[in-house]
């Protein structure tokens, strides 16, 4: 029992935040990304990565060129990742 116990605790502590996920992505866009190098650099599902592009494209983060097949960083997510950069470096 104890080994199950131990791995579940071991997945916990790999998985990433919401945070750490969007951070992830502004950084892999921007010098452009299609959303497979997005799910593979990030290690998502495409389901979950459509979902996370979906946030920071509606938060204005991320917007989509070439019929939503690659993604570039914002302007306003650039100012927003050297925040939580510089918030990162601070901690």
Do not use: C, P, W
Request: proline fraction near 0%; hydrophobic fraction near 35%; charge should be positive.
């Amino acid at each position: 029992m104890s080994g199950i116990n131990a791995k579940s605790t071991e997945n916990k502590a790999l998985r990433k935040s919401k945070k750490d996920i969007s951070v992830a992505i502004l950084n892999i866009t921007k010098s452009g990304a299609n959303k497979t190098r997005i799910v593979y650099k990030t290690n998502l599902n495409f389901v979950l990565a459509d979902k996370y592009l979906d946030f920071l494209q509606h938060n204005g983060l991320v917007e989509a060129k070439y019929d939503s097949t690659y993604y570039q960083i914002t302007e306003k997510g650039k100012d927003y990742l050297n925040k939580m950069q510089d918030i990162n470096t601070h901690v």
